[in-house]
């Protein structure tokens, strides 16, 4: 089946450090992939996604490129800030039938940036 | 602006009551999902639906049952509650196609006493 390995946390960084949360999947075929973001006391919305190798996604500085070669997905960003700490989600997205597609999360990284 | 919205945020229920859960979403999506979301466990699915009255089991439908008798409401029901289903339960929804985003409500933390 699918499934979404994310790197655990926490995740602590200081205030325009760099940051890398890893990402890797499984799936058959050709997913697109998505990172999510929750934040304290909220749902969950699309920070960023891509549909197919090579793809790069980009929001709010914030930046994936989907890799075929390593199935992989990592977040990235070069300078983070206060306002970024939150719980950070890795899915993809595979077909469930009747024209409908589910995702699969992986279990989410905390990450507390530090003034 | 996109909006999904749920009943409750904070809900307290004691154990063997029915409990309903009920999301609404204004976009017109044809597929609506139900999650439970439990820390070190991510976010799992419970049911979903791709249309009126048809339904679909997720990962972990024990315990649980839906009810989708309109395009955009979608109620997640626990006949029993029990305490193990003190959770975070979120609702999303979404069109057609595996590359649209899901939208998601807020969240109802339910507790079970």
């Known amino acids: 089946g699918n499934s979404v390995t994310q790197m655990e946390g926490p995740v602590t960084l200081s205030e325009e450090a760099f940051l890398t949360i890893n990402c890797t999947y499984t799936?058959?075929?050709?997913?697109?992939l998505f990172w999510y973001v929750q934040y304290p006391g909220e749902g969950l919305q699309l920070l960023l996604k891509?549909?197919?190798?090579?793809d790069k996604g980009s929001n709010k500085g914030f930046e994936a490129t989907y890799r075929k070669e390593t199935t992989s997905f990592h977040l990235e960003k070069g300078s983070v800030q206060v306002s970024d700490s939150a719980v950070y989600f890795c899915?993809?997205?595979?077909?469930?039938?009747?024209?409908?597609?589910?995702?699969?999360f992986g279990k989410g990284t905390k990450l507390s940036v530090i003034p | 602006d996109v909006k999904v919205t749920q009943s409750s945020r904070y809900l307290v229920k004691r154990t063997g009551e029915k409990v309903f859960l009920e999301c609404v979403q204004d976009?017109?999506?044809?597929?609506m999902f139900w999650y439970r979301q439990d820390p070190g466990l991510g976010l799992r699915l419970i049911y979903f639906?791709?249309?009126?009255?048809?339904?679909e089991k997720g990962d972990i439908p024990e315990g649980y049952s839906v009810s989708r008798e309109k395009k955009e409401r979608f109620s997640l029901i626990l006949e029993s509650a029990s305490t193990n289903q003190t959770s975070m339960y979120l609702c999303?929804?979404?069109?057609?196609?595996?590359?649209?985003?899901?939208?998601f409500g807020p969240g109802t933390r339910l507790t079970v006493t």
């Open positions: 999303a929804s979404t069109g057609q196609g595996g590359t649209y985003e899901q939208y």
């Open positions: 799936a058959t075929g050709y997913p697109s």
């Open positions: 891509a549909t197919k190798a090579d």
């Open positions: 899915a993809l997205s595979s077909y469930s039938g009747a024209g409908s597609y589910q995702l699969t």
């Open positions: 976009m017109d999506h044809e597929n």
């Open positions: 639906s791709y249309d009126v009255k048809m339904k």
